[in-house]
């Protein structure tokens, strides 16, 4: 198989990442897992679940579970299907929004939750099947879809159609982009959209097209954060705290 087209295959699923106890951010008695998902808690009451995004952990929200646990706000943390420290193989969008809605069951009430890239579409089908709560933040969700973000990523286009032909052929699909108006029409809590004009594969113009479909959906754009940057940086995180009453 041609190179790129492998390179192209395997980003369509998540790469092991280790999940030693150490790299855990809570100790081992935080941890309360909800069926093959595990799950980390500080402080009982609402909390503020994270969900974060393809190919990383929980751990990626240390700078915003080390400022609400000092706090004393109630926090969650999970690590998705196939992600960190979970055993499911099942890592599509279907069975990481599963994850979320059985989380927010059996941790409820929530308060608010907090989700990057892929973790946005997870949280998105949460919301659809009936999952709850006050506040939602998505950033840098993927509303393009993996095949047109590689697109304007500049992939190989010959090497991305052999890759999308395999897709097919597989019973994948055409990876189209993901209904995000859809998912969230019925949601009636304050939602909160964040994208970056240098986020080439969720641009922040396609983001704000979305949220303009969604009845009182706000957006906070910034310059010059690549994807995972967003998650990173600490002005984004102050508009959060201030979205969510908390600055």
């Excluded at 999970?78 to 979320?100: E, I, N, Q, R």
């Excluded at 998105?124 to 304007?152: C, S």
Aim: charged share 20%; with cysteine.
């Amino acid at each position: 198989m041609d190179p790129a087209v492998k390179a192209l295959l395997a980003e369509l699923k998540p790469s092991p990442i280790s999940a030693a106890p150490g790299q855990n951010m809570l100790p081992p008695n935080a941890r309360r897992d909800v069926g093959e998902t595990p799950l980390w808690r500080a402080h009982e009451g609402p909390a503020t679940l994270f969900v974060h995004g393809w190919n990383d952990t929980h751990r990626i929200w240390r700078q915003y579970a080390q400022d609400f646990i000092s706090n004393t706000r109630p926090v969650l943390l999970m690590d998705l299907p196939a992600h960190g420290a979970s055993k499911a193989t099942d890592f599509s969008g279907a069975a990481a929004g599963k994850a979320v809605l059985d989380v927010c069951a059996a941790e409820a009430p929530i308060d608010a939750i907090i989700a990057h890239s892929f973790g946005c579409i997870a949280t998105a089908n949460a919301l659809k099947a009936g999952a709850k709560a006050d506040y939602v933040v998505l950033i840098a969700p993927p509303v393009l879809g993996w095949a047109e973000a590689k697109r304007r990523e500049g992939a190989d286009p010959a090497a991305l159609d052999k890759a999308l032909e395999f897709v097919r052929a597989a019973g994948g699909g055409e990876l189209t982009p993901f209904d995000f108006a859809g998912a969230l029409a019925s949601y009636t809590g304050k939602l909160l959209f964040i994208g970056s004009d240098a986020d080439i594969g969720c641009p922040l113009n396609e983001i704000a097209a979305v949220a303009a479909k969604l009845p009182g959906a706000q957006v906070h754009g910034v310059e010059d954060l690549d994807h995972r940057e967003l998650c990173l940086d600490r002005d984004v995180f102050e508009k959060i705290l201030a979205f969510l009453g908390y600055a």
